[in-house]
């Protein structure tokens, strides 16, 4: 299982270039506590030099980093080397899974990846790439100055590179590569003074490392001192698909839409550099990083103020944003089930929704994901059903294991503590329960999780909180009791993300596998220990997995 690392941070950083670092210096100056993981391969790594970088004009790509590094520290920043590869959106934000299973925990997300140069398959061309090859006339024209230079017209984009070039050099040649060109691009070129040299290229001609032309099919051989080619530069956005972000097509690639400050569609997450923005030099990363960084923090200061202006108004307790941005994690669940209001935490009744939706089922395996103190799952081995309980907390647990050996039931119920956002098995159960769960991961996800582990013809019964915008009693799960007449976990209630309604539930169901037999959200009023009346809310799905 993965292990979380230190506390929530305010935002990171994925990728540690100019966009990434120059972001991380910004919201660090800004007193944020923010990490950048960095793979350690910058696009910009082969070439000798940063041009057009005001002040620090033909930096080393290396240097350039290594100074973005020491600022950032130097401000207390974090920057991690390491690989990304996985992203959540979770309660709190965000959870960034790295390669050595390290979990880094976020309320904002700033991606600045960069992108990958998709090079035409031509032999010599990724041997001399960023060297011999090139590809901006803005990061190496002036290097080229008056120098034989030759154009590959691999793409549609080949024409206008070319007339780019000639503002450099007058001796510029495009190669066709068996691709005529429009009449219209050759009246241009001619115009120029570009010569055309028609038939497909076969490679690259290369001589003790250094380039010196381009072979032709029909074995001609064009001298050169430099190749110009259009890549195809695709944002990496493998990564995020989970959470939702998406590369937008580009005549020259495909870039993750931003709007003018970095935010992209996803709430929470913003995108800078080469990732939003494929024609970026490095300044201009740098730029976008620095813009995306102080509006990631404006939106955590205005988030904050919400908190603190509800706290003020319900006589709640706002620490930052932790009132409503904590994570359900295993510490959070010890806290709850150790703390001061441990003793009255778990009825020892079963939910009533479930002795209504599944009291005529003939008994078989069950499983109750998130158990607490185990009432639903005693309920149901009393019943002749062979039940696991799986919670994260451990001390919810014991109390159940307690519990099931005084009502005799041992036997037929085993508890496991899990996190069921990450949990691995192979179980699959004739009965798959869940009663106001609060998983470390989007709510409706979670319930997809444990609908898959529902057997052939099993049943799924989802019993969660239905929150209203003010809801009419306005439920909170510490001014008002908690489940079943039990107190609260929390003084401000549980975040919406931990609720979901009728309709969200039953939409992820493929109607094809899965048949509804009951989508209702309804409310009742409880009693606590103390005698205190509230009303709550829930939704409740029970559906029958075909066969």
């Not at 306005?474 to 401000?492: I, Q, R």
Request: one cysteine or more.
């Amino acid at each position: 299982m993965a292990e979380q690392t230190g506390a929530i941070r305010d935002t990171v950083i994925v990728g540690g270039g100019a966009a990434g670092l120059s972001a991380a210096l910004t919201l660090a100056r800004a007193r944020r506590s923010v990490t950048v993981v960095d793979a350690g391969e910058p696009r910009n790594a082969p070439a000798d030099g940063v041009h057009g970088l005001l002040g620090l004009e033909g930096v080393s790509p290396v240097e350039l980093l290594a100074r973005g590094r020491d600022e950032v520290l130097g401000y207390g920043g974090e920057i991690l080397a390491g690989e990304v590869v996985d992203v959540s959106c979770a309660s709190y934000g965000f959870s960034v899974v790295l390669r050595d299973g390290a979990v880094l925990r976020a309320r904002r997300l700033l991606i600045a990846t960069g992108l990958i140069d998709e090079l035409p398959d031509i032999p010599g061309v990724r041997e001399q790439w960023g060297r011999g090859v090139l590809h901006c006339p803005y990061c190496h024209g002036w290097e080229v100055r008056d120098r034989r230079i030759g154009v590959l017209g691999t793409n549609p984009m080949a024409v206008h590179k070319a007339m780019l070039f000639r503002q450099w050099s007058p001796d510029v040649v495009f190669f066709d590569h068996d691709r005529p060109l429009e009449a219209q691009d050759r009246a241009k070129l001619d115009a120029l003074g570009v010569g055309v040299v028609a038939g497909k290229i076969a490679r690259l001609e290369i001589d003790d490392d250094q380039l010196t032309g381009v072979r032709i099919a029909d074995e001609t051989v064009v001298a050169v001192d430099a190749v110009v080619v259009s890549t195809q530069m695709v944002a990496r956005t493998e990564l995020f698909a989970s959470i939702g972000i998406k590369a937008s097509p580009h005549p020259a690639g495909a870039f993750i839409e931003t709007d003018q400050f970095g935010a992209t569609s996803v709430p929470g997450v913003w995108a800078a550099g080469n990732s939003s923005d494929i024609g970026a030099q490095v300044g201009a990363a740098a730029a976008a990083g620095a813009l995306a960084a102080q509006h990631i923090n404006t939106d955590l200061i205005m988030k904050d103020l919400d908190h603190a202006v509800t706290a003020a108004a319900t006589g709640t307790s706002s620490e930052g944003s932790s009132a409503v941005e904590h994570t359900f994690d295993n510490e959070y669940w010890d806290q709850i089930w150790t703390g001061d209001r441990a003793a009255a935490m778990g009825s020892s009744q079963p939910n009533p929704h479930l002795v209504r939706e599944v009291g005529d089922l003939a008994p078989g395996t069950a499983l109750e994901a998130g158990c607490g103190a185990g009432a639903e799952a005693i309920w149901l081995a009393g019943r002749g059903w062979q039940v696991t309980g799986a919670d994260i907390a451990a001390a919810a647990l014991e109390r159940a294991a307690e519990r099931a050996a005084d009502a005799g039931v041992t036997e037929r119920v085993q508890w496991v503590q899990a996190d069921l956002s990450t949990w691995e098995h192979d179980n699959r159960y004739d009965l798959v329960t869940t009663h106001y769960a609060h998983p470390a991961m989007p709510q409706l996800d979670f319930y997809d999780r444990v609908a898959s582990w529902v057997a052939p013809a099993g049943t799924l019964l989802i019993v969660g909180h239905l929150h209203h915008d003010a809801a009419a009693d306005g439920h909170k799960h510490g001014s008002a009791p908690g489940h079943e007449g039990t107190p609260g976990h929390e003084s401000d209630g549980p975040p919406g993300s931990a609720s979901a309604t009728a309709a969200s539930i039953t939409a992820r169901f493929d109607p094809a596998q899965w048949e509804v037999a009951t989508a209702v959200e309804s409310h009742r009023t409880i009693s606590s220990p103390r005698g205190h009346e509230t009303t709550i809310h829930d939704v409740v799905v029970r559906a029958t997995r075909r066969s």
